[in-house]
Structure formats: structure tokens, C-alpha cells
């Protein structure tokens, strides 16, 4: 069984910083060896934003986003973590925590590959 739970969400102004947390609960560490962040809009597709394997180099991250963001990992706390700085108004959304036992691979991938998600956590940048 693997759980995620998001937190880190908040309001802040366009320019400045937030770092999103997923806390990850899970029975064997091997379980997961994808994980990624996504955002949604209400009334958009959900898009995904980074990606991370915990047993394998590796990372992914949609050009919208180079350059501000970084993934990564703290495998003591079992956290995963999204660092996202120099935040526009364009990146507000609902952003969620997913995993799956599969790689990774070149890309984000389908959203459908991945076997679990988090609660999601709300990020809102004002102008």
C-alpha cells in the first residue's frame, strides 16, 4: 500500500517562492520508482510538471517550468519535494503528488500510468 500527502500549498505574489511536500507512507520502498507532480485548472487538463525515480537517474521536468522548479528527494523522511521559484500567475492550479511501480521512462507520461495520488494542495499566485 503506498499513501501521499501534499502540503506546502499557498497564496503568494508573482515572483516569489513555495516548496510543495509529499509525504510518502509505504510498505516496501521499492514499490515506487516513478514519482511526479501535476497541476489541474478546473475546466483544463491536468498537466504534468515534474518527474523523479527514486532508483534511477533521471528527471523530467514541461518546458513551462525550466529553470523555476526543481524535484527532489529527501529518502530519510521519505518526502518528495517540488521547489518552485520566480512563480507567475499562470502556474496557479491544484497541484497533486502521484506515483507508480513502473520507471519513469523519457517523460511525465500518461497521467492513467500512475498508481496512486495525494489529496493535491492549492497554489495561487497573484499579479
Known amino acids: 500500500q503506498v499513501q501521499l500527502m501534499e502540503s506546502g500549498g499557498g497564496s503568494v505574489q508573482a515572483g516569489g517562492s513555495l516548496r510543495l511536500s509529499c509525504a510518502v507512507s509505504?510498505?516496501?520502498?521499492?514499490?515506487?520508482?516513478?514519482m511526479g507532480w501535476f497541476r489541474q485548472v478546473p475546466g483544463k487538463e491536468r498537466e504534468g510538471v515534474a518527474t523523479f525515480q527514486p532508483f534511477a537517474r533521471g528527471t523530467w521536468y514541461v518546458d513551462s517550468v525550466k529553470g523555476r522548479f526543481t524535484i527532489s528527494q529527501d529518502s530519510a523522511k521519505n518526502t518528495l519535494y517540488l521547489q518552485m521559484n520566480s512563480l507567475k500567475p499562470e502556474d496557479t492550479a491544484m497541484y497533486s503528488c502521484a506515483a507508480k511501480r513502473a520507471y519513469c521512462g523519457g517523460s511525465v507520461g500518461a497521467e492513467s500510468t500512475y498508481n496512486y495520488w495525494g489529496q493535491g494542495t492549492q497554489v495561487t499566485v497573484s499579479s
Open positions: 509505504l510498505d516496501s520502498v521499492d514499490a515506487v520508482r516513478c
